[in-house]
């Protein structure tokens, strides 16, 4: 019987606010986990899912394939992300529709923060690891700058789309920077997703629509497991470049969250800049420096919980 620590409790905040993050366009539940300094220890797990863990569960060795992809950790934070998905999505829906200017702003607080902290992670040494890892930062930017002007497609909600889809935007989940929600939204496949969930919550879905979440979760699932590995490889043998991609995607991806905007279509919008210093402006610079300060909170908390 697995008895209930402090430290799951810590997990599932950690969950609740990448949950929180995931459902959110623009914003990485992959961010959140490396603000945590949870992101290499989540990455290792999932990519644990593989043929040993069944052959330790064909032998009935429930223990040891629980230590092998570390369990409890993924089972806590598992039910975290879930929960915050749940509980925030009505919210940020709101927020969105009703408080976009003050939410972007909050929310470009956040990436900028997080990108500062990345950036940090990759420790180079001498000119040319200098030279190396900013040149691949901002090759990143450039890539993620453009990724998120792209416009959204229309999404044919056929049961092959959606394991596509689930598997391509939950490879963005995992990587900070790169919104997998966002993804969906190019794909032209949020609304049709998160409309889904939503009647679920609900109890109103229908059969087709359950089989549609159900297939659209088996992508996640084979995406996510698949992507897991190779990106586990490559933090393992090129860890400071990756961490300069990874800082780069974030800093490119403020495109999107730039705070003033005005609607292009019912869909989109395009950035503009303020005509002159007014009250928004102001409220916006606050917010924003608020949001980098929990930021730092955060990435404190992350260090100091796993010292302990």
Known sequence: MIRFE???LAQLARGFLMGGADIIPGVSGGTVALILGIYERLVGAISHIDGHLLGLVARRQWRAAAEHFDFRFL??????ILTGVACLAKLMHYLLLEQ????????????????????????????????????????????????????????????????????????AMILPGISGSYILLLM???LTVTGIIKDVLELKCT???FVSLLVFAA?????????????????????????????????GSLRLMWPFQRPITEKLYEQIVPESW???????????VVAM??????????SVEDEQ
């Open 6 to 8: 402090r430290k799951d």
């Open 75 to 80: 089972l806590t934070l598992g039910v975290g």
């Open 100 to 171: 976009r200017t003050y939410t972007l702003a909050v929310f470009f607080g956040l990436i900028l923060a997080s990108s500062f902290i990345v950036m940090r992670m990759m420790k180079p040494r001498g000119a040319a690891q200098y030279a190396i890892c900013y040149s691949l930062a901002a090759a990143a930017a450039v890539f993620a700058y453009w990724l998120v002007g792209l416009q959204a497609v229309v999404f044919h909600d056929s049961l092959s789309n959606f394991f596509f889809a689930g598997a391509i935007a939950i490879c």
């Open 188 to 190: 032209g496949a949020y």
């Open 207 to 209: 059969s087709r629509e």
């Open 219 to 251: 992508g996640c699932a084979c995406g996510l497991i698949g992507f897991s590995k190779l990106l586990r490889w490559l933090l393992s043998r090129f860890h400071m470049p990756i961490m300069a991609v990874l800082g780069g995607f974030m800093i």
């Open 278 to 288: 007014n009250q928004d402006v102001t409220a916006c610079l606050v917010l924003a």
């Open 293 to 302: 300060l929990a930021v730092l909170m955060l990435d404190r908390w992350g």
